[in-house]
């Protein structure tokens, strides 16, 4: 099993910025976050592979960032110019290959709210 650790969340006004922090517990494929509010599907923010590919929803291309520290194994979201539709729970993404335990991986989910 892969453990997935997320810190970072947290209560933020209309323009500003945050970043969210995953540490994972072995080295994974590709590692990023997803989001999700009430009553709706989870849905891709961003994702970087091992090689450094990055893939961005179309809604937060040019405000956030992802990026990742491979000694540590740990994935960063900087968000900036965030705005009320941004409020969602995040949860941060894993999916390993390969032997031991091959599969996908997800944290506790983070809580992000932007005010207006």
């Known amino acids: 099993q892969v453990q997935l650790l997320e810190s970072g969340g947290g209560l933020v006004q209309a323009g500003e910025s945050l970043r969210l922090s995953c540490a994972a517990s072995?080295?994974?494929?590709?590692m990023g976050w997803y989001r999700q509010v009430p009553g709706k599907q989870r849905e891709l923010v961003a994702t970087v592979t091992s090689g450094g590919f990055t893939n961005y929803a179309d809604s937060v291309k040019g405000r956030f960032t992802i990026s990742k520290n491979y000694n540590k194994n740990t994935v960063y979201l900087q968000m900036s110019s965030l705005n009320p539709e941004d409020t969602a729970v995040y949860f941060c993404?894993?999916?390993?290959?390969?032997?031991?335990?091959?599969?996908?991986?997800w944290g506790q989910g983070t809580q992000v709210t932007v005010s207006t």
């Open positions: 072995a080295s994974l494929y590709i």
């Open positions: 993404y894993g999916r390993r290959i390969g032997s031991p335990a091959p599969g996908d991986y």
